[in-house]
């Protein structure tokens, strides 16, 4: 039920101290103030989160599905990206 | 074959236990009756939220009368089994919920005195309510924010909105005399530091709903004239109604559990 009246918001939820904002999903609110308390009443009811974002759906730029060969499929034969070829000393423990 | 109406030892903690305990009872059930019904999902789920939390407090209230009691009766038999002059809510939220915006002037009106008074009760004397209002307290703050920010909406909104919210305060202002209201018997608990004198809560109540009607464009009654009754038992004829259908099943099958 998008109207001009209740836009769409996205929700970000941050469930611990030290961990990102993870995108949870969205709702309809009028306002960023009813949005935030809707996101509390909707996404946080069993303790998943410390800290909401909300941001309008609109503000946000998405890069094109019918791109997706240009934008992605480059980096598919790169696999020297990825630090799997390092050797990494003992003493540092896990990265 | 209907399950008979319990027998309760009223004396002035568990009457005045109970009185908050039928409250959220009450106010609970009215919210939980949106549950499907609300205008958008978003609200559907913030009202059946703000409805447990007022039945959680409700539970809580009730074992605690039927502990202080010390009879045979528990939560659900307060709960389920009395009948409807024992009841001692306020005739605030046995209304019925109306339009979406007598909901919200309901709530706007109850919880702006629920944070208040559970603020207050948090340094009762008697360690379990003093316990109970600490809980209550976080939710009742959040609900009253929620209901203000919607009163200031519908106020503030279009003339449709605002001639509603309007017709709700118009509508449910005598209502609101009540909560401050010292019943026999609680002049004692007063005294003791159990219970809270309403009376001292009553000036920023007025602050806090004004602050609200300004930003919302709304105005407050001027006659001043309150309904009392809920209180001692004395309710307007929704009550037997809401409590037909709270009550049905334990009256048919009594202790019926999940």
Redesign the interface.
């Known amino acids: 039920m998008s109207t001009p009246n209740t836009p769409l918001w996205e929700v970000f939820i941050r469930s611990r101290n030290g961990l990102a904002h993870k995108h949870v999903g969205s709702l309809h609110a009028s306002d960023a103030t009813m949005a935030l308390q809707a996101a509390r009443d909707i996404y946080t009811r069993r303790g998943e989160g410390l800290s909401i974002w909300v941001v309008p759906s609109s503000a946000i730029t998405a890069s094109d599905p019918a791109d997706k060969a240009m934008m992605f499929e480059p980096a598919e034969s790169k696999i020297y990206r990825h630090p799997t070829f390092y050797e990494i000393p003992d003493e540092v423990g896990h990265m | 074959m209907m399950v008979a109406n319990i027998q309760v030892s009223e004396t002035p903690l568990v009457l005045y236990t109970l009185r908050r305990a039928d409250d959220a009872l009450i106010l609970g059930h009215r919210l939980s009756e949106w549950s499907g019904h609300a205008p958008?999902?978003?609200?559907d789920?913030?009202l059946s939220?703000m409805a447990l939390d007022l039945l959680g407090q409700a539970r809580e209230l009730f074992s605690y009368a039927a502990k202080v009691e010390g009879k045979n009766n528990d939560e659900d038999k307060l709960a389920y089994l009395r009948e409807e002059r024992q009841y001692r809510n306020l005739l605030l939220v046995e209304r019925p919920n109306g339009d979406f915006s007598q909901t919200m002037v309901r709530q706007l009106f109850y919880s702006a005195f629920a944070d208040l008074y559970w603020r207050a009760m948090m340094k009762s004397s008697d360690a379990t309510l003093a316990a109970i209002a600490a809980k209550s307290e976080k939710e009742s703050a959040?609900h009253l924010?929620?209901a203000s920010?919607w009163v200031i909406?519908l106020g503030d909104g279009t003339e449709e909105s605002h001639r509603r919210a309007q017709a709700a305060i118009d509508d449910l202002w005598a209502l609101t005399g009540e909560m401050f209201s010292v019943e026999s018997g609680e002049r004692g608990l007063i005294d003791a530091g159990i219970a809270v004198d309403p009376e001292t809560l009553r000036a920023q109540w007025r602050r806090t709903i004004s602050d609200v009607m300004i930003e919302a464009t709304l105005a407050l009654p001027t006659n001043d004239w309150m309904q009392q009754g809920g209180r001692s038992g004395r309710h307007s004829e929704h009550l037997g109604y809401l409590l037909s259908e709270l009550q049905h099943m334990q009256r048919t099958y009594q202790g019926l559990t999940w």
């Open positions: 958008i999902l978003e609200e789920m913030a939220n959040y924010r929620h920010e909406r």
